[in-house]
């Protein structure tokens, strides 16, 4: 896989997580799209598209890279979140998350991930996690049973399908909650994979024709959105956290597939502007850390609004966390701001960790050079 590869897939996953910071701030990125209409689907179907088939034979070496890549930073932001919620406690009186104890610390990432409401995005590490790891040991059973990839293609979209009405007929308790999650996103994974091994080269899907077809698809969805007026529902938007589809049993699947064409048709168009900008390629490469931290900077930009204003901070508490000083005027100044200073936090994280590692294998090399020759 070449420069262009690495190039496209951090493009898609800048607009990926630019669409879940926008997301948060209530509106859209691409309008016909409305905010939790396929965000989560999208970086699900990205970690499909990067899934090698080496690691169907080498299951240890893919658990070890994914505690290390997903878990072993979740926890790592899950520690420095506590000591920031209690900091804040400590100002303001109010502990933004549920209390402190060894099970909403170990546990809770694995049923919600909405322990600390300042980390809460970062649920979908742990169940991104989840379905990775099913995903692996799904393919090999499959694989088991046969090559063709339209049965296994059947089976996954099944899940996906079947993920929305088994939500409305089980209890959504914790357990069940995981089962759901896990079988809607499982799809998304293997449509990634499916798109890079069997389409991306041999087929292309960003005709003008296919765009009309999606377009006019999308236009017909729309008249089952809602999210125009809260008090009717979610429409086209679904909640996968808390496996909330509302009334809908097949449009949260479809507006995702329509979302995710979207977004790749929006790289291919515009790779050629973006691919050698800089700012871009560091954004996609460090989407993690712009999941951990963009509520925290939004939380950091609203004190400072409140305290230029002379608003007593007190009033913040009266909300959610996802609530903006004034967001007629400032929502789109809080997205610039988060998506620099959390694009440009991640590059600074990532050139530290990687600076520690080389220290640390430099020690390492050196110890045993020095054990060897006593």
Known sequence: MGKEFFNEINILKALAIMLVVSGHLEFSLLGMFPPYSFQIALFFFISGYLFKDKYLNDVQTYLKQRVKSLLVP???????????????????????GEPITLKN???TPFLNGHQLDLACPLWFVAQLFMTLIVFLFLMRSMFGITSNRYIHLGFFALLGLGAIPLSKAIS??????????????????????????????????????????????????????????????????????WARFDEQLIVPVITSITGIWASLFTVKLLYPYLKDIKFIQQMGQVTYHI????????????????????????????????????????????????????????VALKESNKFIQEKLTFLTTLHRKDSNEL
Not at 74 to 96: A, N
Not at 191 to 207: E, P, R, W
């Open 74 to 96: 979740y926890f790592l932001y899950s520690v420095f979140y506590v000591v920031v919620t209690i900091f804040i406690y400590k100002l303001t009186g109010v502990f933004w």
């Open 105 to 107: 610390f170990f546990i």
């Open 172 to 241: 959504l308790g914790a357990v069940n909650l995981i089962v759901i999650r896990t079988m809607f996103s499982l799809f998304f994974v293997y449509l990634g994979y499916f798109y890079k091994a069997y389409i991306k080269d041999n087929y292309n899907l960003f005709t003008p024709k296919i765009a009309g077809i999606v377009i006019l698809l999308q236009s017909i969805l729309w008249l089952f959105n809602r999210d125009y007026d809260p008090e009717h529902g979610i429409g086209l938007s679904y909640v996968l956290v």
């Open 291 to 346: 999941m951990a931290n963009h509520l925290l900077v939004m939380f950091v930009l609203t004190a400072i609004f409140m305290k230029i204003a002379g608003v007593p901070f007190a009033q913040r508490a009266e909300h959610d966390i996802y609530w903006i000083y004034n967001p007629v005027q400032t929502t789109y100044f809080f997205f610039v701001i988060t998506m620099i200073v959390t694009t440009y936090l991640g």
